[in-house]
């Protein structure tokens, strides 16, 4: 599975339980420990851990891959999921909005993704 297809796959995942504002970022050539970040939101903490949840259960049930990290899914504000050559950021969007990674970001390319 290429890195295209991985955050292809999650984005999936994401979208079956309603993310929202999912964006990919293509940090290529910037970052050498990551291909893209894949960045959505779910409108309340409880909806970032069904993301979560729904990522994780896809990933292993349709591809045998786990996360190799994973952070943040106590507070589940902000959930990081490393997938290695994909890294997942589920966001409230308060959360969001304040660490403004689309911002920090901003000279990779950005794609908008339809989950």
Known sequence: MTSEELVEAIAGYAGDVKAIDVVRLDVRGVLDYADFFLICSGNTDRQTKAIHDRILEGMKRDHDLLPRRVEGLQE???????YLDAV???????TREFY????LWGEVPAKALTA
């Open 76 to 82: 589940a504000r902000w959930i990081l999921m490393d």
């Open 88 to 94: 997942i950021h589920i966001f409230t969007p308060e």
């Open 100 to 103: 403004s990674l689309e911002k």
